[in-house]
C-alpha cells in the first residue's frame, strides 16, 4: 500500500514569494490533515478535512495561508506572501475516518 | 484545551542500556495517547498507542509506555537500545471523540531527541 506522497520535498524561497505544497493521501483515507514543524517544536495542526470540507482550520493564519482538497482526494497548502517565521517543515497526514493517521515526508520550507 | 510536556529535550545514553523518555500532558476531558518516532529526513511514525484497557501498552521494537492517569504520564522505555533507536520521538494526545468514534487532532509535544552511543 502506497504511502502519503508530498512535493516538493525542499523549497527556498526569499521572502513575500509564494509557494505551494502538494499531498497525496492514501487512497479510500476521507481525513487529511496539514501540520506545521518548525525546528525544535513538535508538529502543529494548520487544517483538517473531512473529504472535501474544512472540519477544522483554527490555528491557520487565514491572511496568508491557503489549502484546498479537490475532489476529496489530493491537497494544495499554499501560503502567499511568505515570511520568515514560515520556515518549517510541511507534514501531511491522512487516516480513514478520523482513525489512525499516517505521515508523508514532509515538505521543508525555508524562507530568506 | 490539551497540552504535552515531554521533559528533556535530549536524551543521551549507550547503547545496551536502559532509557525512559517522560511525557506529562494536561486535559480536563479524557484523551487517547500516542508515541511517534521520526528518523531524519522521515515521516512521523505510530510507535505505540494507548486508547482503553490495559495502561501498559508494547511495541514490536521493544518500546513500550505506561499509561498513569492520576499523574497523567505517558513515559516511553526500553530496558535495552540499539545504534538505530536514534531518532527524535513525540508524545502526542487527542481528545476522545464521542460515542461515533475516531480521533480528534493530534497535540504534541516538543520532542525528545534520543541519540544512542556505541
Known amino acids: 500500500e502506497a504511502g502519503v506522497a508530498q512535493s516538493p520535498r525542499y523549497k527556498i524561497i526569499e521572502k513575500r514569494q509564494s509557494v505551494a505544497f502538494w499531498c497525496n493521501p492514501i487512497?479510500?483515507?476521507?481525513?487529511l490533515y496539514w501540520y506545521q514543524q518548525i525546528l525544535g517544536q513538535g508538529p502543529k495542526l494548520l487544517i483538517q478535512?473531512?473529504?472535501?470540507?474544512?472540519?477544522?482550520d483554527s490555528q491557520l493564519p487565514k491572511d496568508r495561508f491557503s489549502a484546498e482538497r479537490l475532489k476529496g482526494v489530493d491537497s494544495t497548502l499554499k501560503i502567499q506572501p511568505a515570511k520568515l517565521e514560515d520556515s518549517a517543515v510541511y507534514l501531511c497526514?491522512?487516516?480513514?475516518?478520523?482513525?489512525?493517521?499516517?505521515f508523508g515526508p514532509g515538505t521543508r520550507l525555508t524562507v530568506t | 484545551a490539551q497540552s504535552v510536556t515531554q521533559l528533556d529535550s535530549q536524551v543521551p545514553v549507550f547503547e545496551e542500556a536502559p532509557v525512559e523518555l517522560r511525557c506529562n500532558y494536561s486535559?480536563?476531558?479524557?484523551?487517547?495517547l500516542f508515541w511517534y518516532v521520526q528518523y531524519p529526513n522521515q515521516g512521523l511514525q505510530l510507535l505505540l498507542k494507548?486508547?482503553?484497557?490495559?495502561?501498559l501498552v508494547e511495541s514490536i521494537n521493544g518500546f513500550e509506555a505506561e499509561f498513569n492517569k492520576s499523574q497523567t504520564s505517558f513515559h516511553l522505555r526500553k530496558p535495552s537500545v540499539h545504534i538505530s533507536d536514534t531518532a527524535e520521538y513525540f508524545c502526542?494526545?487527542?481528545?476522545?471523540?464521542?460515542?461515533?468514534?475516531?480521533?480528534?487532532?493530534?497535540?504534541f509535544g516538543a520532542g525528545t531527541r534520543l541519540a544512542v552511543h556505541p
Open positions: 478535512f473531512q473529504n472535501n470540507g474544512v472540519v477544522d
Open positions: 486535559s480536563s476531558v479524557s484523551v487517547y
Open positions: 502526542a494526545v487527542s481528545r476522545r471523540t464521542s460515542s461515533s468514534g475516531g480521533y480528534n487532532k493530534l497535540i
Open positions: 494507548y486508547l482503553s484497557g490495559s495502561t
Open positions: 487512497s479510500g483515507h476521507a481525513t
Open positions: 497526514a491522512s487516516s480513514s475516518n478520523r482513525g489512525q493517521q499516517y
